[in-house]
């Protein structure tokens, strides 16, 4: 199952979930992103009713990015709450979104 294409209105009511909220910062231009894309699929297939896995496309909205200080992407945040709770910029193995997800189950 693909992972959620976030809006910012969709984006700012789900970080509030007691669920991790895992979202990919993206953009269609990307080299990187569209290589991390399959892990983020992956993730949300793996993860279904138990954490929200997205995608927001920053040319879609650069101010929301701005606001949380995306500079380079692909950039990965988990959110759980309402707060951020881990960042990772760059593409990793999906071992270590896992290990960030299982913690905060």
């Known amino acids: 199952m693909p992972a959620i294409h976030f809006t910012e209105d969709a984006f700012k009511k789900a970080i509030q979930s007691s669920q991790p909220v895992l979202v990919d910062f993206w ?31 920053i040319d879609d909205v650069p101010e929301l990015a701005v606001a949380l200080e995306v500079s380079s992407i692909p950039t990965v945040k988990i959110f759980k709450n309402g707060a951020e709770i881990e960042s990772f910029t760059g593409a990793f193995p999906q071992s270590k979104y896992q290990k960030v997800l299982e913690a905060n189950l």
Do not use: E, F, M, R
């Not at 953009?27 to 927001?56: E, F, N």
């Open 27 to 57: 953009a269609p231009w990307c080299g990187p992103c569209k290589a991390l894309g399959p892990t983020i699929d992956s993730l949300s297939d793996l993860y279904q009713g138990k954490a929200v896995v997205a995608k927001i496309n």
